[in-house]
């Protein structure tokens, strides 16, 4: 429409620009006494109010263009490795779709077991779609693309599409896509994902200005994808590391298989119970997957030891939560931990170690962790004696409320032991 415009308002500015001349070379007399003046007067407040109109729909388009760009800047700052993929597919599937004013489409990506699905898609069933994968080698054509983006005709018709998975999404929908905007998600050499922009009818414009802002938001998306899988395969690693750490530790100790993970369960089911989030809920599970991380450096005759401990030994055993601390240090995924780990044997009373810290000076994590490990130390077989039963090791926690351990979490505890019996975690 603003093209029209301009080829309306050049010949009217031509001609009011004649009358210009016309009155400055002493016609005008000769202009008052016919129609045609009023013809011109006319001509200029139109050409006047051409130019105003125009003026007012680049700003209209510049203040939506402006909120648009906000929009984007606004979700752009705010992204972290943690956040969900699929959220953050349909955030930038929002935008897309925004920027091109069509409703339908899908994004795919690869997996890590080398196949491709869709994890998004808007206007489809997706019910039906999510099922579909394709193997790697119908997408590898992506990789000698040279543009991030194409339009293409008639997408589904594409020889790259198997036969029989064209003909399931034919059969599926009720119409088909007549002209796509083909965007490949590529981090260096590396294809990770496309997405289609999908139009039921053939005549659609796209401008520049729009398929650059696609070509941004396809940069931002293979940066996220390729940080994400990075960020998720650096996770299973430092799990398998921690989990390899924790089986040495009871190779060294035999009595402590499994008292790490039952610790940390039943952290977690106090952290939970006491309503705490689930970043804490999330530390706390692994503090206690680690928090006896520090006997790896205690002698085995000691942590062995069938009769008790005389006192010089368990002052070397009461040296584990800085020894711990000290191993976690090393790990820097890890030094969130560090302090949590360090005071799990700090009492209520100020009379615990390391450190002799007195009631809410003990980090909230290690209190917690300090009543899930006396109870699963209590309640399980030691070299030194045999397991209390769940009684007496309830008699002793309550005992020691307000002394060793913290009353809430006592108080906790105490409210969904009958869960943690349901699920055999004692």
């Given at each position: 429409m603003h093209n029209k415009l301009f080829k309306l308002f050049l010949p009217i500015s031509v001609f009011t620009f004649s009358l210009f001349l016309l009155m400055n070379l002493?016609?005008?007399?000769?202009?008052?006494?016919?129609?045609?003046?009023?013809?011109?007067?006319?001509?200029?407040?139109?050409?006047?109010?051409?130019?105003?109109?125009?003026?007012?729909?680049?700003?209209?388009?510049?203040?939506?263009?402006?909120?648009?760009?906000?929009?984007?800047?606004?979700?752009?700052?705010?992204?972290?490795?943690?956040?969900d993929l699929k959220f953050f597919m349909d955030k930038v599937f929002d935008f897309a779709l925004e920027l091109t004013a069509t409703r339908f489409g899908t994004i795919c990506i690869s997996t890590n077991d080398g196949n491709w699905e869709f994890i998004s898609m808007k206007g489809y069933n997706k019910e039906f779609l999510?099922?579909?994968?394709?193997?790697?080698?119908?997408?590898?054509?992506?990789?000698?693309?040279?543009?991030?983006?194409?339009?293409?005709?008639?997408?589904?018709?594409?020889?790259?599409?198997?036969?029989?998975?064209?003909?399931?999404?034919?059969?599926?929908l009720k119409d088909t896509p007549k002209k796509s905007i083909l965007g490949i998600f590529r981090h260096g050499k590396e294809v990770l994902g496309f997405i289609t922009?999908?139009?039921?009818?053939?005549?659609?414009?796209?401008?520049?200005?729009?398929?650059?802002?696609?070509?941004?938001?396809?940069?931002?998306?293979?940066?996220f994808i390729s940080a994400k899988k990075d960020y998720e395969r650096r996770m299973i690693f430092q799990k398998e590391v921690i989990k390899s750490m924790i089986r040495i530790i009871e190779l060294k100790d035999k009595y402590t298989k499994g008292h790490s993970e039952?610790?940390?369960?039943?952290?977690?089911?106090?952290?939970?119970?006491?309503?705490?989030?689930?970043?804490?809920?999330?530390?706390?599970?692994?503090?206690?997957?680690?928090?006896?991380?520090?006997?790896v450096g205690i002698p085995d005759e000691i942590l062995n030891k069938a009769m008790k401990?005389?006192?010089?030994?368990?002052?070397?055993?009461?040296?584990?939560?800085?020894?711990?601390?000290?191993?976690?240090?090393?790990m820097s995924y890890l030094k969130d931990?560090?302090?949590?780990?360090?005071?799990?044997?700090?009492?209520?009373?100020?009379?615990?170690?390391?450190?002799?810290?007195?009631?809410?000076?003990?980090?909230?994590?290690?209190?917690?962790?300090?009543?899930?490990?006396?109870?699963?130390?209590?309640?399980?077989?030691?070299?030194?004696?045999?397991?209390?039963?769940?009684?007496?090791a309830l008699n002793e926690i309550k005992k020691n409320s307000g002394i060793q351990f913290d009353p809430e979490i006592v108080d906790a505890f105490l409210d969904v032991l009958s869960v943690y019996e349901e699920e055999n975690l004692v």
């Open positions: 002493g016609l005008i007399d000769l202009l008052r006494s016919s129609k045609l003046a009023f013809g011109l007067l006319i001509s200029g407040f139109f050409t006047i109010g051409t130019i105003v109109f125009i003026m007012l729909s680049e700003l209209k388009r510049f203040k939506y263009l402006n909120k648009r760009y906000e929009k984007i800047l606004r979700f752009i700052s705010n992204i972290e490795p943690t956040i999510k099922d579909i994968h394709f193997e790697e080698e119908c997408f590898e054509h992506l990789k000698c693309e040279n543009s991030e983006i194409k339009v293409i005709e008639d997408i589904l018709q594409s020889s790259r599409i198997p036969k029989h998975i064209r003909k399931i999404i034919k059969s599926e922009i999908d139009y039921m009818k053939e005549k659609v414009d796209f401008s520049s200005e729009t398929l650059e802002l696609l070509k941004l938001l396809l940069k931002i998306s293979a940066l039952r610790v940390a369960n039943i952290s977690v089911k106090i952290a939970k119970r006491l309503g705490l989030s689930t970043e804490d809920m999330d530390m706390v599970h692994w503090a206690g997957i680690i928090h006896d991380i520090g006997k401990l005389t006192k010089e030994e368990y002052e070397i055993v009461k040296k584990h939560p800085t020894l711990g601390e000290q191993v976690i240090n090393q931990l560090a302090p949590i780990v360090r005071h799990h044997h700090e009492k209520w009373d100020g009379t615990g170690y390391p450190d002799g810290l007195k009631g809410k000076e003990i980090p909230l994590l290690s209190r917690i962790l300090a009543v899930a490990d006396a109870f699963d130390a209590m309640t399980s077989d030691r070299s030194y004696r045999k397991a209390l039963s769940i009684e007496e």
